[in-house]
């Protein structure tokens, strides 16, 4: 039995700063790929990254797309205005007295490029 995940279960969250790099969160996400113990290949091809896409990649025979965008799940702190500062940055969003909202926040994951024909 395989006790690896698989590769589309494999997601990265990268910063911004990051994100705004598609190289630099192929990088990420083929390091996290690495780390679960895939043998991954990026494939010099080009891709459509104003649509989130930041590269294709061979996984042990099989290619994937690594895609980029808003798609994990995370907890936004909302803060009465005048309250935020830097000093609330730190702030815990499971605290139950701060009122927070589900929002998505960045996420790199990759997708089966299924052959045609």
Known sequence: MEHRPDPIQIITRPSTSVAEDRIQALGAWV???RRAGWRVDPVDQPVDWPAGECGLVDIEGLRYLLRIGLRGRTRAVLLPAGQAGPGTAGLPA???AIASRPVLQLT??????LAEG
């Open 108 to 113: 790199t994951w990759a997708e089966p490029v």
């Open 31 to 33: 390091h996290a790929a």
């Open 94 to 96: 499971q605290d139950r």
